[in-house]
């Protein structure tokens, strides 16, 4: 923790079994302060464990043992992701949804005024959703073009991600007015 400023890395892999603590507080506190992509590498692997661990925060979930070359790819696909998002600034600098306000190319978000700290997949899916209000979109659909991932397997990374970003937008319970569930379906994003 106390090399993380000094350092800038471009990621962040971290196990959930570390002496002392637990990789989950760690990536919670890099969380609070940082939003470089995080991906948790480690051999619990029980569904449960993966939600845990992403909805800490982490960007992506890896169960051991896992070989370097597969660590490699989910490694540069992060950053390949990060990369698109900081390109991507062909649209309008800022798009007003409500009270929601998305700078795409400044990679910002203002809720009621105020700034949005979102992770790099937080951030991901909801320019990705943005980008076409109404459309709705299967979670495979969400998991290739955020995570670049194919494997049906994972779209409990949708899921969870959705659930963090709707707690950073305020819409925990009731009904969501950004990130809207399209039931047998996926989600869509609806401007209010």
Same mark, same amino acid.
């Given at each position: 923790?106390?090399?993380?400023?000094?350092?800038?890395?471009?990621v962040?892999?971290?196990?959930?079994?570390?002496?002392?603590?637990?990789?989950?507080?760690?990536?919670?506190?890099?969380?609070d302060?940082?939003?470089?992509?995080?991906?948790?590498?480690?051999?619990?692997?029980?569904?449960?464990?993966?939600?845990?661990?992403?909805?800490?925060?982490?960007?992506?979930?890896?169960?051991?043992?896992?070989? =370097?070359?597969?660590?490699?790819?989910?490694?540069?696909?992060?950053?390949?992701?990060?990369?698109?998002?900081?390109?991507?600034?062909?649209?309008?600098?800022?798009?007003s949804?409500?009270?929601?306000?998305?700078?795409?190319a400044?990679?910002?978000?203002?809720?009621?005024?105020?700034?949005?700290?979102?992770?790099?997949?937080?951030?991901?899916?909801?320019?990705?959703?943005? =980008?076409? /209000?109404? %459309?709705?979109?299967?979670? %495979?659909?969400?998991?290739?073009?955020?995570?670049?991932?194919? &494997? &049906?397997?994972?779209?409990?990374?949708?899921? =969870?991600?959705v659930?963090?970003?709707?707690?950073?937008?305020?819409?925990?319970?009731?009904?969501?007015?950004?990130? %809207?569930?399209?039931?047998?379906?996926?989600?869509?994003?609806?401007? /209010?």
């Amino acid at each position: 923790m106390e090399q993380l400023h000094p350092f800038h890395p471009d990621v962040v892999v971290l196990d959930l079994m570390l002496p002392g603590t637990s990789g989950l507080d760690v990536c919670r506190r890099i969380r609070d302060r940082d939003q470089v992509p995080i991906i948790m590498v480690t051999a619990k692997g029980d569904d449960i464990d993966v939600v845990v661990g992403l909805e800490a925060g982490a960007d992506d979930y890896v169960v051991k043992p896992v070989r =370097a070359r597969v660590l490699d790819a989910r490694i540069r696909a992060v950053l390949r992701r990060q990369d698109a998002s900081v390109s991507d600034s062909v649209r309008p600098r800022a798009e007003s949804h409500g009270e929601l306000v998305i700078d795409r190319a400044g990679l910002t978000v203002t809720h009621r005024g105020e700034a949005v700290a979102l992770a790099p997949s937080e951030l991901r899916l909801l320019l990705t959703l943005s =980008a076409s /209000p109404g %459309q709705v979109f299967s979670r %495979q659909q969400l998991l290739e073009a955020v995570w670049e991932h194919s &494997y &049906y397997g994972d779209i409990r990374l949708v899921d =969870a991600c959705v659930k963090r970003l709707r707690g950073k937008l305020g819409e925990l319970g009731g009904d969501p007015r950004y990130v %809207q569930t399209v039931r047998g379906f996926g989600y869509r994003f609806g401007s /209010p």
